[in-house]
């Protein structure tokens, strides 16, 4: 995937700040923070959004809810945090490579669920 993004900052070709990389999980500070922790985490695969999650590639998506528990640790999110992944046009979704946005170190507030 020459063009993605994502893909890009996983080959190191695109700068990034990364937090936690494993052999299935790539996961680096978004450029536009919401919050005072907002990490980006996505697997090494590319995976354009959840609507293409397939039983072939479900263990790559897996690997990066497995991921963000460590990561929200070590950020220092003891009291919480918020999970998101924008799928589409009407969720806004600008970057067509799953990923889960990681955010916490403040009370969050505005839930839509
Ligand atoms: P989406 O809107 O697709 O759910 O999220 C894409 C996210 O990628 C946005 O929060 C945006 O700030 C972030 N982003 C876009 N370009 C870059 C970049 O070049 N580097 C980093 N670290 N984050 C980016
Ligand atoms: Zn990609």
């Given at each position: 995937?020459?063009?993605?993004?994502?893909?890009?900052?996983?080959?190191?070709?695109?700068?990034?700040?990364?937090?936690?990389?494993?052999?299935?999980?790539?996961?680096?500070?978004?450029?536009?923070?919401?919050?005072?922790?907002?990490?980006?985490?996505?697997p090494?695969?590319?995976i354009?959004?959840?609507?293409?999650?397939?039983?072939?590639?479900?263990?790559?998506?897996?690997?990066?809810?497995?991921?963000?528990?460590?990561?929200?640790?070590?950020?220092?999110?003891?009291?919480?945090?918020?999970?998101?992944?924008?799928?589409?046009?009407?969720?806004?979704?600008?970057v067509?490579?799953?990923?889960?946005?990681?955010i916490?170190?403040?009370?969050?507030?505005?839930?839509?669920?």
């Amino acid at each position: 995937m020459n063009d993605c993004l994502f893909c890009k900052i996983i080959a190191g070709e695109i700068p990034s700040s990364k937090v936690y990389e494993d052999d299935q999980v790539f996961a680096f500070r978004d450029i536009n923070p919401q919050a005072p922790v907002h990490v980006l985490v996505v697997p090494k695969e590319h995976i354009s959004s959840l609507n293409e999650v397939t039983a072939e590639n479900a263990g790559a998506a897996a690997a990066c809810l497995r991921a963000i528990p460590a990561i929200a640790a070590a950020e220092g999110l003891a009291d919480g945090y918020r999970v998101i992944t924008n799928c589409g046009a009407d969720a806004g979704q600008t970057v067509m490579h799953l990923h889960f946005h990681l955010i916490g170190g403040r009370k969050l507030g505005e839930k839509i669920v």
